[in-house]
Each structure stands twice: as structure tokens, then as C-alpha cells.
């Protein structure tokens, strides 16, 4: 959510700070900004609207020529998406400018103070008195200024900030919002998050909450919150920049689904050594494993509907009770939890905001925290006391696919190895599994493979104004994601339920020429599925089965069928969810909608 980018060095900052931008985009955004150092104090151009709206406006305005400034993307909080309300910010003497992730909770009481003061808001956001803040304590010192303003806030940031009178440093500060130093060679960078920064340094700072720093084209400087310059580690990544390129294909999503047989075989096959499952790092002995009593799992959005994927593993093959808890809800309430209790959390990006504090709140009644995340050395990472890395590779698309699917392939994975550690697994049924796991990078494949049709599928039903997924058992947890998928990049209302809740009122809602897309994968439940789809073709729905390859009794009562290819009943969540993100994204670009970046949507929510 947002995105902001600060760079100095001795090339002109405005086209590395609009390129870092770009690569930003897909965090979800609704207007953009720079401020730049000149020769004679700083200038500033912002715009609502995607970046080819600022890049227009600059054209018309006449180049920015500085070699250190600082740009932001901005998902609006406080106040519409409109030019003034849109970042950077700057001190009524222009003296300072700031760009801000993130929400100041005690913004309200610092306006009131600040206008007092004679302070002047011409915005209607909480990020402007952050930029008087550091106007009021200035008395010549930047450094003293940035730290003493960062102590009156509260709430959740990470801040770039530039002063007229140190032209050549940009200063950068954190405390809960991702934010990362890049270094490089003659020049220096921070940013919201790797992507902006891949084209340019493999070297990253990674700040903790309440340090900030100090850049210069010659050094990276961190602090403490009293001012006291700390040693940092540098971190070499590993980064494919061809993976935040689009590479022929018309989107990222499109690409990211067709990259999913690789980032499975990328999250599974290292995992497998000597026909076992192995997670580096993870230091739970079998007795610590056996204490366990119950496991929470907490997440949002498409990471919450993986973990409804991995209850069924984990309760299946560990014996060990599973509760599904949305993290901004679970962060709220008082949960039943003690030492033996195992959070799981799961985040794309590890910054989650809601998750973040759902892991501090559990972590503070002295609850395991176990983090599945794909951002290394992100936060969530960092707080929890274990990690599984997806290993998914840079997902730029905002609708998660690749995210997800390795997500449950992790949880899977944890399932097998903590039933083993539990002793409630044969050997014949964990070597199977494996050998099942092992094959699931080419079961995606071949449910891509399998369905050439999809764009044909699409093609028909893209006109329907609501659309309804019913599923069972793990079908059932597909088609939570399969519905978010089309809803989120389609606009389109949709729908999934229980199958078996259809007559509890959901049955009312089915009308003529109403899509109900059925799932009947599960084996064992396929003829009560087939009772379903009779249920709701009496009312005049008309069905898109989803069906096992091979089986032709589908074809009795669907009007059409994807097929998928069969799997182990506890790992068929993977190949059957391949062919609804196709269908989501063929629908969507039907109906003309911008698929890597829908509306009111970011990739990663930083702010509740």
C-alpha cells in the first residue's frame, strides 16, 4: 500500500525516482509525487492519478534538474486522491518536503497544535504534520530536527525527508512500514520495498522500527532513536530483474500464473532431501512438537484462504485442532491461547499491518509464532520465531497466484513434517505424500495445459453481474480463492459457499441465467455435488463444472467443464486452482478492466 522511493547520488535523481515509482505501482496506488533538491531550494510536482499523469504534468512544468530527491505513490487514507492531498508534502517556507507510508493515529492533536503555532495545512492528510513538525524543531541541525519530529509521532511510517539547507541528503525513518536502505557506489537509495530498487543495487540496509538514516552520495549512515550512529550488516540479495519485467506477456498476472510450476518446484524440491521433508532453521524438537496443543492460523485476503487449504492437512495428518482467525479480527479479541499454542501467520510480503500485530499480541501471551512469508528478512519474518519461505520469486501483479499456491504448498510441507515429528503418520503414507508433493510443480502444468479453453469460457460468461462458487471439503477452501480472484480483478460480484449450505438460504439468490461454478474434485462427495448442481439448474443457473480428468459424469449435468488433473485429495487445492485464475483473468480482460493493478486495491496493506 503506497510506495515511496529516495535517492541520492551525482546523476539527476527526477528519472531514477519516476523509474522506482513505476516499479512501485503495483502496491496500489491513486496519485504520485516528487520533490526534487535545486540549485536554489526544492521543487516539487504531484499529481492524482497513475504515474503517466504525473510524468505529463512534469513535461508540461519543465524538467526538475537535482541530484537527490525523494517520490511517493499514494493509496488515499486521509482525504480524497486528489493533487493537493497527494505526497510529497512541503513546510509553508519550503524549506522541507516529506513523502509518508503509513497512518499518524495522533495527527488530529498535532494539527490542533501546529495551527496554534501559525502553522498553515493546505491538505487534508495526517502525513502534513509531519513536515511542520520538522519546521517547528529545525534551529539548523536536519538531524536533530528528523528525530525529535519522529518522537511526537505515533502510529505507523516510514518517511523520506529532504531540507533545502543540506542539499545532498535525504533522510529516511522507520517504525512499523517497510523501508529499505540501497546501497551503492556513489550513490544511495531507500525504498518501500526491493522492486524499486533491483535495477540499480543488490546491496540493502534492512532499517528496524524507530532507527533512521542518513544519505549522502558517499555514505549510508543509521541511527538509533537518541542519535547514535549504529553498525548495519549489508545484505546481498538475489534478485531476477527479468522477474519484475513483464516479458512478452499482455500482464503480470498472466505470466505469474504460468510461472507457478517453477516457484513450486522452487518451494518443494529444496525442501526434500533423502526422501524427507526439511525446513532450515526450524529448531522444534519432537518434544516441543508434542506439547502443542492447538494452532492457530491468522492472515488476510488470499494468504487467509491458503490457510483454510492447509487446516484440512494439518487436522488430517497431525491430529492437532486448527483455528482460522482473519488477523485483523484476531488481533482484537481475546483469544484462548497459552504457551502450547503454534500461530501460524501468513503474509506475501511479510508487512502486513493487521498480521503484524496479531503476531505481537499472541508473541506477548507467549504464543510460537510460525511465519510463512516470501519477503526475506521482512518483518513478520523477523518477529516470528520460525520461518518457511514460499521462495515464489517477485509477484507484481496486485492479485496474488503464484503467492498463493506456494503458500499451500508450504503449509502442506509443514503438515507432513510436523506429523512426523509427532509420530502420527505411517511411513508408507509419508513416502507417498512426498512422492505426491514431488509432482505437483508438473500438476500444474498439466492443469494449464488441460484447459485451452478458458479464454472461450470466458468469452461467454463475462456478462454475468453475480456469480456463485460452491465447492466441498477442500473444494470448498478453492473456491474461496477462485471467487476472490474474480471478484477482485473482474469487479464482478461473486460468491462462494459450502455446498452443503445451498438450501440454508443461498438458494434464494439463484435465478435464470445465473453462472454457478461447481467444483467436484473431492471423490467421495462427488454425488452430492452432482445434487447441487441439479438443485440449482431447476432454477435456471447455469454450471461450469470443475472435475478430475478423465471423469465424464460431470458432462450429465454441467453446461460446461474444466478439467483438472487428479492428486491426492490433501494436495489437489494446487492444480485446481490454476484454471479459475485463468478464468478470473480471461473475464476480466474481456471486460476491459486493468488486471495487475484493480481499483481500490494494493498489494501490500500496510495500514489498517
Not at 311 to 319: T, V
Not at 327 to 342: F, G, M, Q, W
Request: proline content about 3%; aromatic content about 8%.
Amino acid at each position: 500500500m503506497c510506495g515511496i522511493i529516495g535517492f541520492t547520488g551525482t546523476q539527476d535523481a527526477l528519472p531514477v525516482l519516476l523509474d522506482g515509482l513505476t516499479k512501485l505501482e503495483y502496491r496500489g496506488y491513486d496519485s504520485a509525487g516528487v520533490a526534487v533538491q535545486v540549485c536554489d531550494g526544492i521543487r516539487m510536482i504531484k499529481s492524482s492519478g497513475q504515474i503517466r499523469c504525473l510524468r505529463k504534468k512534469i513535461a508540461e512544468s519543465g524538467m526538475l534538474p537535482g541530484c537527490s530527491g525523494i517520490g511517493h505513490t499514494r493509496w488515499a487514507t486521509h482525504g480524497a486522491p486528489t493533487d493537493t492531498n497527494a505526497h510529497p508534502h512541503m513546510s509553508n517556507n519550503g524549506k522541507f518536503a516529506v513523502v509518508h507510508n503509513g497512518i499518524i493515529e495522533n495527527y488530529i492533536e498535532l494539527r490542533e497544535e501546529l495551527t496554534a503555532k501559525g502553522y498553515v495545512f493546505s491538505s487534508e492528510t495526517d502525513t502534513e504534520v509531519i513536515v511542520h513538525l520538522l519546521d517547528m524543531y529545525y534551529s539548523g541541525d536536519c538531524k536533530k530536527a528528523v528525530m525529535k519530529a519522529a518522537a511526537r509521532l505515533q502510529g505507523s511510517y516510514a518517511l523520506g525527508v529532504i531540507c533545502a539547507d543540506f542539499p545532498g541528503s535525504v533522510f529516511a525513518v522507520k517504525q512499523e512500514s517497510p523501508l529499505i536502505i540501497g546501497v551503492g557506489a556513489g550513490e544511495n537509495y531507500f525504498a518501500s520495498d526491493v522492486t524499486a530498487l533491483a535495477d540499480h543495487t543488490k546491496n540493502l540496509i534492512y532499517l528496524e522500527d524507530g532507527e533512521f538514516a542518513e544519505l549522502t552520495p558517499v555514505k549510508a549512515a543509521v541511527f538509533d532513536c537518541t542519535g547514535a550512529e549504529i553498525a548495519k550488516p549489508i545484505t546481498r540479495i538475489v534478485w531476477d530483474v527479468g522477474a519484475s519485467q513483464k516479458s512478452g506477456y499482455d500482464h503480470f498476472m498472466l505470466k505469474e500464473i504460468y510461472e507457478q510450476p517453477r516457484a513450486l518446484k522452487a518451494a518443494i524440491e529444496p525442501r526434500v532431501k533423502n526422501n524427507r521433508i526439511t525446513f532450515d532453521g526450524f529448531d522444534m524438537t519432537n518434544e516441543e512438537a508434542r506439547k502443542i496443543s492447538k494452532i492457530i492460523v491468522t492472515a488476510c485476503g488470499s494468504a487467509y484462504y491458503a490457510g483454510c487449504v492447509g487446516r484440512y492437512a494439518i487436522e488430517e495428518l497431525c491430529g492437532v485442532p486448527v483455528e482460522m482467525d482473519y488477523a485483523s479480527e484476531l488481533r482484537y479479541r481475546s483469544p484462548i491461547v497459552d504457551e502450547n499454542t503454534l500461530l501460524i501467520v501468513i503474509s506475501q510480503s511479510g508487512e502486513t499491518a493487521d498480521s503484524i500485530a496479531a503476531v505481537k499480541e499472541l508473541k506477548r501471551r507467549g504464543v510460537r509464532v510460525l511465519a510463512i512469508v516470501n519477503v526475506v528478512a521482512s518483518t513478520i519474518a523477523n518477529l516470528a520465531d520460525n520461518v518457511i519461505y514460499t521462495w515464489a520469486g517477485p509477484e507484481i501483479a496486485v492479485a496474488t497466484t503464484k503467492g498463493y499456491t506456494t503458500q499451500v504448498a508450504a503449509l502442506t510441507m509443514f503438515a507432513l513434517w510436523f506429523s512426523e515429528k509427532l509420530g502420527r503418520i505411517s511411513e508408507s503414507r509419508y513416502d507417498a505424500l512426498v512422492k505426491e508433493l514431488l509432482l505437483l510443480p508438473g500438476l500444474a502444468q498439466r492443469a494449464i495445459d488441460l484447459n485451452p479453453h478458458i479464454q472461450d469460457l470466458a468469452l461467454r460468461y463475462h456478462n454475468n453481474s453475480s456469480i456463485f462458487f460452491i465447492g466441498r471439503n477442500i473444494d470448498c477452501a478453492v473456491c474461496l480463492e477462485g471467487s476472490l480472484k474474480l471478484k477482485e480483478i473482474s469487479y464482478i460480484h461473486s460468491e462462494a459457499y459450502a455446498a452443503g449450505e445451498l438450501k440454508h438460504g443461498t438458494i434464494a439468490l439463484i435465478e435464470p441465467g445465473r453462472l454457478v461454478v461447481a467444483l467436484c474434485c473431492h471423490t467421495a462427495l462427488f454425488d452430492k455435488m452432482m445434487s447441487n448442481i441439479r438443485e440449482v439448474k431447476a432454477r435456471g443457473a447455469e454450471v461450469l463444472g470443475v472435475a478430475l480428468e478423465g471423469d465424464r459424469r460431470i458432462l450429465m449435468e454441467a453446461d460446461d467443464v474444466i478439467y483438472v488433473p487428479k492428486a491426492d485429495p490433501l494436495l489437489g487445492a494446487i492444480p485446481r486452482i490454476i484454471p479459475l485464475q485463468l478464468f478470473a483473468y480471461y473475464v476480466a480482460k474481456c471486460n476491459g478492466c486493468d488486471i495487475d493493478k484493480p481499483k481500490n486495491l494494493a498489494k501490500s496493506v500496510t495500514v489498517e
